[in-house]
């Protein structure tokens, strides 16, 4: 008898063991899991360089068209050129 309960304690603390390790892997699944969407949230926050790029160009542009003044389109062309390290 005392065999009998050594036999059903052991196999008892191997699936104590067997689910300490599955929780214990599904804990890490969960994290990874909300770790990349976090990254992936921030990723779409971002824009390309090409269309940063664009961006700038278009309202360089838009300056261009509706301001008249030469002094300040100078003035302008200036400080984006900056933005670019054009200096």
Known sequence: ??????????RTGEQCG????L????ETRRRLVDT??????????MITAERAMLLVAALVDAVRRHVDDGVVLAAVAQEVAKLYGEE
Not at 37 to 44: D, F, K, S, Y
């Open 23 to 26: 929780l214990t892997t599904i």
């Open 36 to 45: 990349e969407r976090r990254r992936l949230a921030a990723v779409e926050q």
């Open 1 to 10: 008898m005392a065999q009998r309960c050594k036999a059903k304690s052991k």
């Open 18 to 21: 067997a689910w300490a390790v």
